[in-house]
């Protein structure tokens, strides 16, 4: 699963999403670009839910990485 993050997002919402997936006991790796910040959330993801996930603050867009069969 991939977390974008808004442009405008601020250090506060990063670290409250973070937080939020390793509470859950989910690893994450942060990448930090010119324009956007994308957090890789690595673990079976099938128990977060993404509408849950896109109302959090600082949230542009979350995108589910399908299995492979």
């Known amino acids: ?16 999403i ?5 509470n859950r006991n989910f690893d994450i790796h942060q990448s930090t670009g010119a324009n956007r ?7 079976d993801t099938d128990s977060i839910e993404t509408a849950d996930v896109e109302k959090m603050p600082g949230v542009l867009q979350v995108v589910r990485i399908s299995k492979e069969e």
Request: hydrophobic share 55%; proline share 0%.
């Open 18 to 22: 973070k937080e939020y997936l390793i």
């Open 37 to 43: 910040t994308i957090i890789g959330v690595i673990g």
């Open 1 to 16: 699963m991939l977390i974008i993050m808004k442009k405008s997002a601020g250090e506060e919402a990063l670290v409250q």
